[in-house]
């Protein structure tokens, strides 16, 4: 899989046929929301939950898709299985943008 970075702004990952774009600055406000209280600022990480910040887009979609789908994977399943329900995949894409994007 390759990546392309557009600048500070977004992130595309060419996934076979199509493009999944993110945008770092959605990403880092949706992180905001709810991410930030147990991965910390800019997905460093606390406590039993793991660093994210500078992870690989295709491994951060991934798991945002298996916990999407209600599959455990993790002593935090349970939450993060809630917290990932509601996203869509335009949100995912921002998300896996904004964490990657942190070094």
Do not use: W
Not at 22 to 48: T, V
């Amino acid at each position: 899989m390759k990546g392309l970075k557009l600048g500070i702004v977004g992130f595309c990952l060419l996934l076979s046929n199509s493009a999944l774009c993110g945008d770092i600055d959605a990403g880092e406000a949706r992180y905001a929301q709810n991410c930030g209280n147990c991965h910390g600022p800019a997905g460093m990480g606390l406590a039993s939950y793991p660093k994210l910040k500078g992870k690989e887009i295709p491994y951060l979609i991934d798991r945002l898709n298996t916990y999407r789908a209600g599959t455990k994977i993790g002593p935090n399943s349970d939450l993060m299985i809630m917290m990932a329900q509601p996203l869509s995949d335009v949100e995912i894409a921002n998300l896996a943008a904004y964490l990657n994007a942190q070094k």
